[in-house]
């Protein structure tokens, strides 16, 4: 089972850039990592995804353009780098790991098996 660390969650204003890091552990059953999040009072709703091997990446529409996601070479570092953050852009941000069949549940969260702890991100108007 792959172990999930979260970093570089914060307070940032609008229109403002973070960082996020997850880092994983070595594990055998994982072709999709991806970034999730949780406003405050909704649902979990996934916003990034990438294929460990391909590369290929997914990207939520309410973030395409402004949201990048990337992973090094390794596989071991897994990046959200979020730009022109926007106040509904607030809300925990969560690491995953899983085994995923089809490129088109790269962001349901049904579909992945291991969870990092989570981070904050915060942004105001």
């Known amino acids: 089972q792959a172990q999930l660390v979260e970093s570089g969650g914060g307070s940032v204003q609008a229109g403002g850039s973070l960082r996020l890091s997850c880092t994983s552990s070595v594990s055998t059953g994982v072709n999709w990592m991806a970034w999730f999040r949780q406003p405050p009072g909704k649902e979990r709703e996934g916003v990034a995804a990438?294929?460990?091997?391909?590369?290929?990446?997914m990207i939520a529409d309410s973030v395409k353009g402004r949201f990048t996601i990337s992973q090094t070479d390794d596989k071991i570092t897994l990046y959200l780098q979020m730009d022109s953050l926007k106040p509904e852009d607030t809300g925990m941000y969560y690491c995953?790991?899983?085994?995923?069949?089809?490129?088109?549940?790269?962001?349901?969260?049904?579909?992945?098996?291991?969870w990092g702890q989570g981070t904050q991100v915060t942004v105001s108007s």
């Open positions: 995953a790991a899983g085994f995923v069949y089809s490129w088109r549940d790269s962001l349901n969260s049904t579909k992945y098996e291991n």
């Open positions: 990438i294929h460990s091997r391909s590369g290929t990446t």
